[in-house]
């Protein structure tokens, strides 16, 4: 378990399994209230994950298909990512083997608490373990851009956009 220090506060990141989809369901659920709560309805859309039977499948299938791994502060689930060897079926591959970012959230009751930062340096962590150096993810790309926004805080770069029906993106990776 690799542990990340924020001041006092200790984020240990753990490997996940599927045991942990109840819990990735209920961050995600977090997640959609807290972004409905801030007026941002398309980025996961207005409904809890775990009541849709579509969503609960397409976590199971990423959770089965890659790595999920679990951010812990005082042994509470507070986030999560999982890292496959390729991206969502709307993104192309890359021309090289890459691990790609799914599933980043943070538990609303851990915002601010720099969360998805250790989740990221994990992932790095992780593409480095690997022999690999291209780590890529696609996020969200309305409300100005502040999700892109962390993404480059996090030394990500913008590489291409894209719109799935109404939903705008934006692929990034970074070299590692």
Not at 5 to 10: D, Q, V, W
Not at 11 to 29: C, F, N, T, Y
Not at 73 to 98: F, M, R, S, W
Not at 144 to 153: I, N, P, T
Request: proline share 6%; hydrophobic share 40%; net charge negative.
């Amino acid at each position: 378990m690799a542990a990340t220090s924020l001041g006092r506060m200790e984020i240990k990141v753990r490997k996940g399994g599927a045991d942990d989809v109840p819990a990735i369901l209920a961050m995600l659920d977090s997640a959609v209230v807290w972004l409905n709560g801030k007026g941002i309805t398309q980025q996961w859309g207005t409904e809890p994950w775990s009541t849709s039977a579509k969503a609960v499948a397409l976590v199971e299938k990423i959770v089965a298909e890659g790595t999920p791994w679990i951010a812990e502060i005082d042994g509470e689930p507070a986030g999560t990512v999982t890292l496959t060897p390729h991206p969502a079926p709307y993104v192309a591959p890359a021309d090289e083997p890459e691990v790609y970012v799914h599933l980043l959230v943070t538990d609303s009751r851990f915002h601010g608490r720099g969360v998805g930062a250790a989740l990221l340096a994990h992932s790095v962590a992780e593409t480095r373990r690997q022999g690999l150096s291209l780590l890529r993810v696609d996020c969200f790309a309305g409300s100005e851009g502040r999700l892109v926004a962390f993404y480059e805080s996090q030394g990500f770069t913008r590489t291409e956009s894209f719109t799935v029906g109404e939903w705008p993106g934006q692929v990034l990776e970074q070299r590692v």
